[in-house]
C-alpha cells in the first residue's frame, strides 16, 4: 500500500500582482527579484505555518534564506527591510521570520486525497457523476471515504488558525502602542490647609 503524504502548495489569487502592495514592491529598484524573493519565502514557510524553519526548529537567517533562494544577501537585506515596512514579513521574539500573510495562501491535500479528487475527475468526464454535485465520493461496491479536506478556504483558516493569532495580535499590539497618546504631565493639583487658591 502506498504511504500517504502531504502535500502544501501556494494558491494565489489572479489579482495577486495588481494589490498595491506588489505593484509598488515590483515598481521599485530590483522590485522583480524582491517579488520573486518573496514568492519563494512563501514556498520555503509553507510547512511551518508562515514561519521561516530550517529542519522544524532552527530560525533561517539572511545567509540561509540567500543560499535557498538563490538571491544575494545585500538583496534579501534590503528586501526583508521594505517586507517588514509593508507587513509582508514579521521578527518573532526567537529571530524566526515570520509570513504574515501565508495563513491565506496555504493549501494542502495528501496523497489519498488526490487520488480520489483524479478519479472522481474521470467520472465527470465520462458523465458518470452528476454535475452540480460537489465533492461526491463515489462508492465501489464497498465503504469508501471521502478524502480529507483538500483545501482550507479563507474563512476557516481565519477563524481556526492558532499560529496566525500570534502574528494578529502582535499586529495589534504595534497597533495600539502607535495610538497611545504622550503621557500627561505629572502636575500636582493637590491644595494644603492655609493655602489660597
Known amino acids: ?3 500517504n ?5 501556494l494558491k494565489l ?6 494589490s498595491e502592495t506588489m505593484v509598488i514592491l515590483e515598481s521599485m529598484q530590483d522590485g522583480l527579484l524582491y517579488s520573486n524573493l518573496l514568492l519563494k519565502m512563501y514556498l520555503m514557510s509553507l510547512k511551518s505555518s ?7 526548529y532552527l530560525p533561517h537567517t ?12 545585500g538583496t534579501v537585506e534590503r528586501a526583508l527591510k521594505i517586507f ?3 507587513g509582508l514579513v514579521e521578527i518573532l521574539t526567537d529571530g524566526a521570520y515570520y509570513m504574515s500573510d501565508i495563513q491565506l495562501l496555504i493549501g494542502q491535500s495528501s496523497s489519498e486525497g488526490e487520488r480520489k479528487k483524479k478519479e472522481r475527475m474521470r467520472l465527470k468526464r465520462q458523465n458518470l457523476l452528476p454535475s452540480g454535485e460537489a465533492d461526491i465520493c463515489p462508492s465501489n461496491g464497498r465503504v469508501d471515504k471521502c478524502p480529507p479536506i483538500l483545501e482550507y478556504r479563507d474563512k476557516e483558516i481565519r477563524d481556526k488558525s492558532i499560529e496566525n493569532r500570534e502574528g494578529t495580535i502582535r499586529r495589534w499590539a504595534n497597533a495600539d502602542k502607535k495610538k497611545e497618546e504622550p503621557p500627561a504631565r505629572n502636575r500636582d493639583y493637590s491644595v494644603e490647609e492655609g493655602e489660597t487658591i
Open 62 to 73: 539572511v545567509q540561509t534564506i540567500a543560499t535557498f533562494t538563490r538571491h544575494q544577501v
Open 5 to 9: 503524504r502531504r502535500f502544501y502548495y
Open 1 to 3: 500500500m502506498t504511504e
Open 13 to 18: 489569487k489572479e489579482n495577486f500582482y495588481n
Open 50 to 56: 508562515g514561519v521561516l524553519l530550517l529542519n522544524d
Open 84 to 86: 517588514q515596512e509593508f
